[in-house]
């Protein structure tokens, strides 16, 4: 059974969302239950019920899965081998990680970088199974450049993040900078940052206002998409930026790989399980100490990357100014990502639990 905020439009809930549909591609019968968001909904809505012993996969990061468990019905907790499916961007985990971890009987991560993290909190315990992209890899809309209100002719950089995944950890300022140093105010160079949550965040959302400037070439989308509208946006990209301080997977970047969209990325991190120096631009970084003005992405001795803008300024004049060299780029990167990407982590778990014995009543 696979549980979490499947509805959301969130990380955790499009993994959950790749999960349902991975488990069906591999012929495993699967029950999901949307629980929302565990802290703020009410009754968690009824299931359909699932076999009994059926393991139960919880989309729920550590902190918040004792309160999640409270609020599902005892029945579909009670007899259950409990997975916990969590996502984290630093190289150590937190304190209070510590305590959701002793409900689970193992850990399922999204990459070899978060279960790094995650061992010493259940030792010999933690699986890595990536998201199953293969199974619904992105499909854009008919949406083109010009309902973007971007030019056909110019080379266009997209940087997608949401402020609330941390303003400090997505580094926009450092994309911001490495961009203007490529480019200047040249204006058949023009870089879209597409940004979510806002409202949310004001003192963020001025700071990269601030950090914009007057630049003439540099434009800020802020409206909520839908799903196919928003991969439509991404395949209107020539290239797409991640100078990330750390990921704990790399949604966007995996996302443009499987668009065959040239991506250049920090060198560091969960998404350097699917990419490669021959798949993607890597921007080389130096390892600084993790300080999170929000206090969210902290634990003690955790580290993140610092990447060489100026490294990123000259890929980027390289990429914009050589077309055959993004287009093979993005083919590269579309091959690797999806050879990456695959059924294959999420085949072996479910061999490892042995799921073939459980059939719907």
Same mark, same amino acid.
Request: with cysteine.
């Given at each position: ?97 510590? +305590?959701? &971890?002793?409900? =689970? ?6 990459? $070899? #970088?978060?279960?790094? !993290?995650? %061992?010493?909190? @259940? ?111 991404? +395949?209107? &990209?020539?290239? =797409? ?6 990921? $704990? #997977?790399?949604?966007? !970047?995996? %996302?443009?790989? @499987? ?103």
């Amino acid at each position: 059974m696979v549980t979490g905020e499947i509805s959301r439009a969130s990380g955790l809930g499009e993994v959950a969302r790749l999960m349902l549909r991975g488990l069906e591609a591999l012929g495993v019968p699967a029950w999901q239950l949307d629980i929302g968001t565990p802290v703020s909904r009410g009754e968690a809505p009824a299931a359909t019920r699932p076999a009994p012993a059926a393991p139960l996969l919880i989309h729920v990061n550590a902190p918040f899965l004792p309160l999640a468990l409270l609020r599902l019905p005892r029945g579909m907790v009670r007899g259950r081998r409990l997975i916990g499916y969590w996502a984290w961007e630093l190289p150590v985990a937190p304190k209070d990680w510590r +305590a959701g &971890a002793r409900f =689970v009987h193992e850990a399922w991560a999204l990459s $070899g #970088f978060t279960a790094a !993290a995650l %061992e010493p909190l @259940l030792p010999g315990r933690v699986r890595v199974v990536t998201p199953p992209f293969t199974v619904a890899p992105p499909v854009p809309s008919r949406l083109d450049r010009a309902a973007f209100g971007l030019p056909q002719e110019a080379v266009i950089v997209l940087v997608s993040f949401s402020l609330a995944s941390s303003f400090e950890r997505k580094n926009p300022l450092g994309a911001i900078r490495a961009f203007r140093d490529a480019f200047g105010a040249r204006a058949d160079r023009i870089l879209v940052l597409k940004v979510t949550n806002p409202d949310d965040f004001r003192a963020d959302y001025v700071r990269l206002r601030q950090a914009m400037a007057d630049a003439p070439n540099i434009r800020i989308e802020t409206r909520t998409l839908p799903p196919a509208d928003n991969h439509a946006l991404t +395949a209107c &990209a020539d290239i =797409v930026l991640s100078l990330h301080r750390s990921e $704990g #997977f790399g949604l966007v !970047a995996a %996302e443009a790989m @499987l668009l065959a969209r040239p991506v250049i990325a920090t060198a560091w991190s969960g998404n350097m399980d699917f990419m490669n120096d021959t798949s993607a631009a890597l921007v080389p970084a130096r390892l600084i100490p993790a300080q999170d003005p929000r206090r969210v992405f902290e634990a003690p001795g955790a580290v993140w990357a610092e990447p060489d803008t100026a490294m990123a300024a000259a890929q980027l004049r390289q990429l914009a100014d050589n077309p055959d060299s993004r287009i093979g780029l993005g083919r590269r990167g579309r091959a690797y990502a999806a050879d990456r990407l695959g059924l294959g982590s999420l085949a072996a778990a479910v061999r490892a639990l042995g799921l073939g014995r459980f059939h719907p009543e």
